[in-house]
């Protein structure tokens, strides 16, 4: 049972450097989130999805961008990465956006150093 | 809008002794709650989940909690810890759908488990 893949697992970038982490899931699920975790910070949410073509902004959406061209898929895109961005990247996907269902299963995480 | 609080960011128990996590929430709305566990270097996973079923819920490895509206509290707890419990535990409410917006998560509470 795959349930939620995230690639890479770790990266370093030098300041200005571009990537992209790309999530992956295998349950049929609408919606999709980027988090990113910081020692001191919980879990924020930086963009989301609710289906396939669409994405909107969330908690701290700055320096970011998404693209969910696939339902299974949703990419996390940095033009020019900042140390700032040093943290780790969670995605995530849910069957329904609030209430019952709405319970979020999650990749392992992406270490990211931002240099 | 919802809010969350986990009233203890560190908790240390002994081996073999009763655990509890304390969550209150706010909600002008009937939420759904989770519960999440995170290991060191991993992802999260979840743990329980309240949605207006019983009130108190069961989860993976012994532990449960309990809804009480009138508190407006959803504390995790556990009869006796087990040193594989050592983790970082996140309290999670969600609204229905069309009442808000994503899931908010707690701070988090750090537990540690002395042999």
């Known amino acids: 049972n795959a349930g939620v893949t995230q690639t890479p697992k770790f990266r370093v970038l030098k300041t200005g450097q571009s990537m992209t982490l790309l999530c992956a899931q295998d349950?049929?699920?609408?919606?999709m989130y980027w988090y990113r975790q910081d020692p001191g910070m919980g879990l924020r949410l930086i963009h989301y999805?609710?289906?396939?073509?669409?994405?909107a902004k969330g908690e701290v959406p700055d320096g970011y961008n998404v693209s969910r061209l696939k339902k299974q898929n949703f990419l996390l895109g940095l033009e020019s990465a900042a140390p700032s961005q040093t943290s780790v990247y969670f995605c995530a996907s849910s069957y329904r956006r609030g209430g019952p269902g709405a319970e979020a299963f999650f990749g392992q995480g992406t270490r990211l150093t931002v240099v | 809008a919802q809010s969350v609080t986990q009233l203890d960011s560190h908790v240390s128990v002994s081996e073999g002794t009763p655990v509890l996590l304390r969550c209150n929430y706010s909600s002008s709305y009937s939420p759904s709650l989770f519960w999440y566990v995170q290991h060191p270097n991993k992802g999260l996973q979840l743990l329980l989940k309240y949605t207006s079923a019983a009130t108190l819920v069961k989860g993976i490895n012994g532990f449960e909690a309990e809804f009480k509206k009138s508190e407006t509290s959803f504390h995790l707890t556990k009869p006796s810890a087990h040193m594989s419990d050592a983790a970082e535990y996140f309290c999670?409410?969600?609204?229905?759908?069309?009442?808000?917006?994503?899931?908010?998560f707690g701070g988090g509470t750090r537990l540690m488990v002395k042999p």
């Open positions: 999670v409410v969600s609204l229905p759908v069309g009442a808000g917006n994503m899931l908010t």
């Open positions: 999805s609710v289906g396939e073509g669409t994405t």
């Open positions: 349950m049929n699920h609408e919606y």
